[in-house]
């Protein structure tokens, strides 16, 4: 599989390099292709149509109306995606998308974690 595509922006094809992409959002029958370095540009093409068109292991679509790249993302929790500068909404139906498609190392222990350890704790001193 290629690793780019070429859009027709301003009269003339250009080449886009999937690494190039922060994050595509629907607006109505097209879609904005917000890149890296270029301006943006609005396409054609709807948020199912890139689902199928990008790698799985290099977007994620978070929202209806947003497909983040997993590569640029800063950071993210279960409300937003962040991003340098701005911040993109989840939505309910894709708040376990991300985490599923992405590899997590906690370094913070989960609440259900504390209680397991907390109940073999008092389990050993037979409280």
Request: net charge positive.
């Amino acid at each position: 599989m290629q690793s780019f595509f070429f859009i027709r922006h301003e009269g003339r094809f250009m080449k886009v390099d999937f690494r190039h992409i922060l994050y595509i959002e629907a607006r109505k029958n097209y879609t904005r292709l917000v890149l890296e370095e270029r301006p943006t540009a609005l396409v054609l093409v709807t948020l199912k149509q890139w689902e199928k068109l990008l790698p799985r292991d290099l977007f994620c679509r978070v929202h209806r109306g947003y497909i983040v790249s997993i590569d640029k993302i800063l950071s993210f929790d279960n409300k937003h995606v962040y991003f340098p500068g701005e911040k993109i909404t989840i939505g309910e139906q894709y708040r376990s998308a991300l985490p599923d498609a992405v590899t997590i190392l906690a370094n913070e222990p989960s609440r259900d974690s504390v209680r397991h350890v907390a109940k073999e704790v008092l389990s050993e001193l037979e409280l």
